[in-house]
């Protein structure tokens, strides 16, 4: 039977019949790589049947029979948060990210702390240095001595063949999936082709052989995992390393996770032992917080499960330009916006023809549209030279009207405040006056952006209305 030869788009993963300069899928030039089909490959259902009927499946109940293996904890507890608790055994997790933002570092670290608690039940298998450079960066680690089983191979023939045993390594760390090939396949590793098919096969044997799956996986120029978006289908838990080269702050987040909470973060900090971990994250992000100072707010967000506080920094300056300037580092540029928008429409606020800047402190990226009314008030500060309150947090979606809306886990964003010494909270509410809530801090409800610009306007009087309740 003669095979032809397919073309795909090492961006999406798309084939096509014939050679193109630009993918009609994703729109990517120059992605498009000539790969043979392997002679070994299956002719498809049509080819099975000619062989025969296939295997009776089994089904069992969804209550089980056996008590659930417990998960594999591995002792760095922002890496156990963001997993949901630890390593659940037989799953795969892919962690992505940018070069040198401490991938490698990090699954060493864990790596290390596993095969510290049980000797020799974790691999590390690197296919992008050699073993003595390994050892190299564990010695910088002060980990030299942990009972890691270290090896360097990029054949998922060879890593099947010593993997594929009853006393398997209860962890196996594959850094990175990129680099793995199998050599059924004519195209070279890091392929979409080689990607997918080296990802199978070793989750096949995680699953069968109920070791968990660590896979290092490379990014793109745009931030995205490279290769086949359906690796991020396969695996069971996708965390992305975040951070700015700038800061020494790494924020790891879920994405996925099938066995616990998504938009978890863990923070560590880069040191020249490692990844330290940070377990009061609001109180690193807010250190050098220096009192009063116009333009900056401080938002009281969620992250996953976890409340956290962090600076949000606005910069309001006169353009030269026809067309201002709208720079945005660590929030939606097209939330910022809406909310320029919204405070020019609703409430008067001139920022045409003034430059406006935005930053979130620390490095950290926020998502949730909770964030709106903080990054408002840092604005509104910065356009008119007034500060927020120093002992303020700010909180709450904003729509198109210029209403406030109320958003979810008020009581922890503001127990969290309370905890680091805030005494007062812009946020949204049912009308009325404000209450004093459980944690003590006292409310400012604001149900329009005009309210805010009020209270922003006459600090003063926000406050004796605060201390009236």
Same mark, same amino acid.
């Given at each position: ?267 560590? $900090?880069?040191?020249?032992? @490692?990844? %330290?971990?940070?377990?009061? !994250? *609001?109180?690193?992000?807010? =250190?050098? +917080? &220096? ?124 127990? $969290?405040?309370?905890?680091? @010494?805030? %005494?007062?909270?812009?946020? !949204? *509410?049912?009308?009325?006056? =404000?209450? +004093? &809530? ?32």
């Amino acid at each position: 039977m003669k095979h032809h030869a397919v073309f795909v788009c090492q961006a999406c993963g798309a084939a096509h019949a014939k050679w193109a300069g630009r993918c009609e899928s994703c729109g990517e030039w120059n992605a498009i790589v000539e790969e043979a089909p392997s002679s070994n490959a299956p002719g498809g259902l049509s080819a099975g049947r000619s062989r025969g009927g296939g295997r009776k499946v089994d089904f069992v109940t969804l209550a089980g029979e056996s008590a659930q293996a417990p998960r594999r904890v591995s002792g760095i507890a922002e890496l156990d948060r963001v997993l949901g608790g630890g390593l659940v055994p037989g799953a795969a997790v892919l962690i992505g990210g940018d070069p040198g933002i401490g991938k490698s570092t990090l699954l060493l670290q864990a790596a290390a702390a596993l095969s510290t608690k049980v000797p020799g039940t974790c691999a590390y298998i690197s296919g992008e240095e050699a073993i003595d450079q390994v050892r190299l960066r564990a010695a910088r680690l002060g980990l030299e001595a942990a009972p890691v089983s270290l090896a360097a191979a990029t054949s998922v023939r060879d890593l099947i063949a010593s993997l594929d045993r009853p006393d398997a390594p209860g962890t196996v760390v594959i850094d990175s999936i990129q680099t793995m090939y199998v050599d059924t396949l004519d195209s070279a590793p890091g392929t979409v082709a080689q990607v997918r098919a080296s990802a199978q096969e070793l989750i096949r044997l995680a699953k069968q052989r109920g070791f968990s799956l660590l896979l290092v996986g490379h990014v793109t120029k745009e931030g995205m995992i490279a290769g086949p978006k359906v690796l991020e289908h396969m695996v069971d838990t996708v965390l992305t390393f975040e951070g700015e080269r700038g800061h020494q702050f790494r924020i790891l987040r879920a994405t996925k996770n099938r066995f616990g909470p998504t938009d978890e973060i863990g923070v560590f $900090e880069m040191t020249d032992s @490692g990844l %330290t971990e940070v377990a009061n !994250p *609001s109180a690193l992000f807010l =250190a050098e +917080r &220096s009192g009063e100072v116009a333009g900056a707010a401080v938002f009281a967000g969620i992250e996953g499960t976890r409340p956290v506080l962090v600076e949000i920094q606005a910069l309001v300056a006169p353009s030269a330009l026809g067309t201002p300037r709208r720079a945005v580092v660590g929030w939606d540029s097209g939330r910022l916006a809406m909310v320029i928008a919204v405070l020019e429409a609703r409430c008067g606020l001139v920022l045409a023809g003034r430059d406006v800047y935005l930053n979130v402190a620390g490095g950290l990226r926020i998502g949730e549209p909770a964030a709106d009314l903080a990054v408002a008030a840092a604005l509104v500060s910065a356009a008119s030279d007034r500060p927020v309150p120093a002992q303020s947090v700010v909180f709450g979606e904003i729509g198109l009207s210029g209403e406030v809306r109320a958003v979810s886990q008020s009581d922890a964003r503001l127990k $969290e405040a309370a905890k680091l @010494g805030f %005494t007062q909270a812009f946020l !949204p *509410s049912p009308r009325g006056k =404000a209450q +004093r &809530s459980s944690s003590g801090i006292e409310r400012r409800d604001i149900g329009h952006l005009q309210d805010l610009l009020a209270a922003l306007a006459d600090p003063v009087r926000s406050s004796r209305a605060a201390e009236v309740i």
